[in-house]
């Protein structure tokens, strides 16, 4: 085997890019004279004389960062293969690897300074995150150390022994790696993106946190303060009362709202305060049942009523009088704004169970409302007679959908369950309500932005009869837009619920959303459409959902992540991304892919390649970009023949349908508005 390796001097322009990140790392390079800059999502960072680019990049698989000639720059440019070439390049760079040493270890005490300062801030929006990759204590103190030595020192030590100097280079290429990982997951959690890709309308794919509903300020000029103030006091009495609850019943509610108001028990980990917290939200939504009835079945309601049904809000000695002022406001506006389009407050969804439009959700055993009274009848706890009636018996509906959906989705949505409470407070919220409610707007565009990416997110193929026009069975494409519910809480997540409802695949799926959301509701949107990407397959599936005979989304994909460390197509390092992510998502296979998912869409997109090449050609295929996008991509060489095949796919099925249509035509039919949508579908 040969174990030589040379390399060729080149001059880059200023300005001159040398790799562009995701490309798969084929050159390692010695940095003779001038300045390199690399580019990387969470920041820039500068290469002198005797440095290298590239080493990381060659372990970890692929180019982590876009390296550009800051000045006219000198090269020793070494192609590469495969991590093992490393060493190669490094003995025959013998006389300079003290030099590489050095340089490295700079490079890694800056990286590390990002690291730190990432991570507080993400521990000021969540004081429990950790990053999967995360970093003990003493490797990060052993690095720092390292670029505080001398130079003498350094270069007498790393001299000494060829085989110490590429060792240390190793072990800092690792810990590159492992960094990089880190600090990149982190910015994806703060939003950050520095990477160098093509301008693209940043609306188009990040929200911005603060947007007040516009019909907000038609309130300002009118809006009465003190008369406002007057209808939130004694809000807590005058809603137990509006509940009508027995005396003993207000009573013991009373004193644990009282308790609450002490702001440790809202957050404290003690069992006193937890135990605090479950028995005010066991309460809450008894309550929350009473007012409802009553509410729904009212003309008009107080404004603290429509505060409590929508928001949550209960005391106004558990907000500062700003933010209860805000809240005010809101109410008046939230009908209007927080509904319609498919989007709907809690307390408009069990208003549409309550009257018999929508059927309740499903339980946390997957169940439905009729299959649990079918069961029930069939187990004996109730008659036939009973549960026929209890099919047609509204209460019962809504009593199942609280009790179920209801309360399981606002705990899970809250985020953190330990702290969990039910009744709304401005704990840790620093900017008025108004500034993040969550709007049936804001979720249209979030939704449109998915779509105009991955278009065929929520479509699903249906059988399509038309006997008055002929058609005995067609298999077409139909597009069916989730409902969205929004949960009257404070919360960092969101939840698909159910992919579908009951048995039948033509209707929408029910995603939960706070309504006031700490994070960003186009990236949780995201992820809620790659949940429900991988259940509705499973559901067309069936058993074979896993089964690589039967090629799908969810069977290859759990086919790669099984078998990914006999994947000779995946480096090591990229192997051990896979093994981290894995241990982070507690081997959830689903969850694995919906993290690729988000990267996906949110870069790989806009040509910033995160993906390795596995995972991309599997979403290429099953979840692949619009027709733009793809012609747009289909210029770079790395992602150019993973879009040929899709393109061949719809060419086919288009042809088909053409001849559906031609048929159609010559027998004086008008083509039906579900087969031109198919075309339509087709041409995306």
């Known amino acids: 085997m040969d174990n030589n390796i040379s390399g060729s001097v080149m001059t880059y322009a200023a300005g001159e890019r040398l790799t562009t990140r995701g490309d798969d790392a084929n050159a390692i390079y010695i940095l003779l004279k001038g300045k390199i800059k690399c580019m990387t999502t969470y920041g820039t960072y500068y290469l002198g004389p005797g440095s290298t680019a590239g080493l990381t990049d060659c372990y970890y698989g692929m180019y982590i960062y876009n390296y ?120 994806d959690r703060l939003e950050i993106n520095l990477d160098y890709v093509e301008s693209e309308p940043e609306e188009e794919y990040i929200m911005a946190i603060e947007d007040t509903p516009e019909a907000l300020f038609a309130t300002e000029d009118d809006f009465d303060e003190d008369f406002a103030w007057s209808q939130l006091t004694n809000s807590l009495p005058r809603l137990i009362a509006y509940a009508e609850l027995e005396p003993d019943e207000a009573e013991y509610f009373t004193q644990l709202i009282e308790s609450y108001r002490i702001p440790s028990q809202q957050t404290s980990p003690s069992d006193e305060s937890r135990q605090l917290r479950r028995d005010i939200a066991k309460e809450f939504y008894k309550i929350y049942y009473h007012v409802f009835m ?59 169970i309550l009257w018999g439009d929508k059927e309740p959700s499903k339980n946390n055993m997957d169940t439905d409302y009729s299959e649990t009274i079918n069961t029930n009848k069939r187990t004996g706890k109730i008659s036939a007679e009973e549960a026929e009636a209890a099919l047609h018996d509204n209460d019962a509906k809504i009593r199942f959908e609280i009790e179920n959906m209801f309360t399981s989705a606002n705990r899970v949505v809250y985020g953190r369950s330990s702290h969990f409470c039910p009744v709304l407070t401005d704990n840790g919220i620093t900017r008025t309500f108004s500034s993040f409610i969550t709007t049936a707007d804001k979720i249209v565009s979030a939704i449109d932005a998915i779509r105009k990416k991955d278009y065929s997110a929520f479509y699903r193929e249906i059988t399509y009869q038309n006997k008055a026009c002929e ?132 870069y790989e997109t806009a040509g910033s390649f995160r993906l390795n090449k596995v995972a991309r050609r599997i979403l290429a295929l099953y979840c692949p970009f619009s027709k733009e996008i793809r012609e747009h991509l289909m210029t770079n060489p790395m992602v150019k023949d993973l879009f040929s095949g899709e393109n061949k796919i719809l060419a086919t099925k288009e042809k088909h349908l053409e001849l559906v249509i031609s048929q159609l035509d010559k027998k004086g039919i008008d083509t039906p508005k579900e087969l031109l949508d198919f075309r339509d579908f087709l041409h995306m």
Request: net charge neutral.
């Open 294 to 352: 009553k509410a729904a079945n009212s003309l008009t309601a107080p404004p603290i009523v429509s505060m409590f049904l929508n928001f949550g809000y209960m005391d106004e000695n558990l907000l500062s009088r700003e933010n209860a002022l805000d809240l005010y406001r809101l109410s008046l506006i939230v009908e209007k704004e927080c509904n319609g389009k498919g989007v709907y407050t809690i307390y408009s969804w069990l208003r549409e």
């Open 471 to 602: 058609i005995d069975r067609e298999f077409i494409m139909s597009e069916v837009l989730p409902n969205i519910i929004l949960m009257p809480i404070v919360g960092n997540d969101g939840l698909m619920w159910q992919e579908i409802e009951g048995r039948k695949k033509d209707t929408p799926a029910r995603f939960i959303l706070p309504i006031f959301p700490t994070i960003n509701i186009s990236n949780v949107l995201t992820c809620l459409t790659g949940r429900f990407r991988w259940e509705m397959c499973k559901r067309s599936q069936g058993v074979y959902w896993n089964n690589i005979s039967e090629p799908s989304l969810t069977s290859e994909y759990c086919d790669y992540i099984q078998f990914y460390k006999k994947n000779r197509e995946l480096p090591e390092a990229v192997k051990d991304k896979i093994k981290a992510t894995l241990k982070s998502c507690r081997n959830n296979y689903r969850e694995v892919f919906v993290r690729d998912y988000e990267t996906w869409l949110l």
């Open 68 to 187: 550009f000639a800051e000045e006219e720059t000198v090269v020793k440019r070494y192609t590469v293969s495969s991590s093992s070439d490393i060493s190669k390049v490094l003995s025959d760079q013998a006389d300079n690897v003290s030099i590489f040493v050095i340089m490295q270890t700079r490079h890694i005490a800056d990286l590390i300074k990002t690291y730190l300062e990432l991570t507080f801030k993400c521990r000021e929006i969540d004081e429990d995150y950790r990053p999967d990759s995360r970093i003990p204590r003493w490797e990060l103190d052993k690095f720092n150390a390292l670029s505080s030595i001398s130079n003498k020192i350094a270069i007498d030590y790393y001299k000494s022994n060829l085989s110490i100097a590429i060792g240390a280079i190793y072990d800092g290429t690792r810990f590159l790696s492992t960094i990089n990982d880190a600090c990149t997951q982190m910015a």
